[in-house]
């Protein structure tokens, strides 16, 4: 079954609300009132009961949503139960860090294969993952591994694209800090890290105000 | 000199035409139209001269934009000319890999300080820059350091927060998968590396058809 209509902002903050389900049943809870997730999430009460209404979830009036029932719901909607395995290609240093994170989990995700170019990297393991070739890209679809996180460096990344298209990838996850081109029959993200840092000086008063010379501005 | 009424949406931007006019600089360009930088970044063309009338450049026409005057503008409008010294705290795998990332230069910013907990940790140097204790943050505000990005984990990271608003740093990119409070007066951008991801299946269609047994859906 799949669910329509969803807009993509819903879809956006469906994964924050699984977050904040997940860590709630950590800590024993089996229901959780839409006030009390919106606190845990800072997303407002009223927005999360309209996300919810989208797939008919409306809770149980005092009890609040049933904690493990929502979650599998908002899985199956984000296709984390079906679409949960992914490939990494590019195993440096942010490839590594990848490989070794613990934050997929969360969401059920799963980083099943590892490729890169190096014949250093071939063949070693890193948490769990044996590191093969590039070449052997082209069996991915036969592992029904629709998923793929790119970790390369910025030249290598249009072409590493590319090849992940042909090979049937749908979703890709580009770290590479520049824009790839892919048919619209595939998603792609772009996470460039330290453009997020770049937009945090903006917000920075000026002057010398905090070290106690008083006012200046 | 500050710039003010520039939008959010503006300010969110602004890196990514940054990022676009460093690529044009590296490959010998000294003048860039809307239009290509439109091309190169995927943005409307009409929307990046919107944005960059937000601070007085029309450009020349039929010349373009001057690509390093421009580029030093937006680096002034984001303070990235002032404020470019960040801190790191946790130098985990994903500390370990920020520390290391080459995109941070694009911006002109620099991480010039790392912490940790752990007395394996403390001492050791990582890119050049040599992990101190966490006791040592009380000295940033003298360093003049008023950036830190938070790669630790989940549970440390409102303490290290905390910890940072306490000590003057008055912006903070949060890698640890949870919302984290801090006064109105420090900017936090929280970073889910991992959400990300979680988002891509949905976009992923169903059934089987690449499989190359005809459309089942």
């Not at 699984?18 to 800072?42: C, K, P, W, Y």
Request: positive net charge.
């Amino acid at each position: 079954m799949r669910y329509h209509r969803i807009p993509d902002e819903t879809v956006r903050r469906l994964p924050i609300y699984l977050r904040g389900l997940m860590f709630s049943a950590d800590q024993g809870n089996e229901h959780i009132s839409s006030r009390s997730l919106a606190e845990f999430v800072g997303v407002h009460a009223w927005l999360i009961r309209k996300d919810f209404s989208y797939f008919g979830d409306f809770g149980t009036p005092g009890v609040g949503y049933n904690i493990q029932r929502l979650a599998r719901q908002i899985k199956k909607i984000l296709r984390l139960d079906s679409v949960p395995r992914a490939a990494l290609v590019g195993v440096g240093d942010l490839g590594s860090a990848l490989l070794a994170y613990p934050g997929f989990a969360t969401y059920g995700l799963d980083i099943v294969a590892a490729f890169d170019t190096s014949p250093k990297k071939i063949g070693k393991v890193v948490n769990g993952v044996k590191i093969e070739p590039v070449v052997d890209l082209a069996a991915l679809k036969q592992r029904d591994i629709t998923l793929a996180i790119v970790a390369v460096p910025r030249a290598a990344a249009q072409p590493t694209v590319d090849r992940l298209v042909e090979v049937g990838v749908k979703g890709i996850l580009n770290f590479a800090p520049c824009k790839v081109q892919a048919p619209k029959r595939v998603k792609v993200i772009t996470l460039d890290i330290a453009m997020e840092l770049a937009r945090l000086p903006y917000y920075i008063p000026t002057g010398q105000t905090d070290k106690g010379k008083g006012a200046q501005q």
